[in-house]
């Protein structure tokens, strides 16, 4: 219950926006978020790709991965970041990737 009221901008008996868990967990977000650098690696990967994306991402067919990862498929699946998730496109994503499970498990 805190956690709604919360998202509804209600604050919780600390006078914090969210418990303490999950301020935690945010602020372990953003540390990695700014800190963590990825390193290059050699094996496969595959990239399930929102066709739509903001302008800036739009440039880059492998959304900024390509630099680091020496074996990238990319897998565009139509629709936004959160609507690949849902129907219909969710359809073309499960069977992406399934096949690229198959290929994986062989």
Known sequence: KSVLLAARGTRCRSNRLFPP???RVQRAYRKAMFEYR???YAGPV???RATRQRPH???DPQLGWGE???DLRVHDI???HASI???PHVRQLAEEF???LERFLD
Request: glycine share 8%; net charge negative.
């Open 46 to 48: 595959e990239l399930f």
């Open 68 to 70: 680091l990862l020496a």
């Open 78 to 80: 139509p629709g936004y």
């Open 85 to 87: 998730l849902m129907e």
């Open 38 to 40: 990825a390193a290059p």
């Open 98 to 100: 399934a096949g690229a």
């Open 57 to 59: 991402f739009a440039e």
């Open 21 to 23: 868990a999950i301020d």
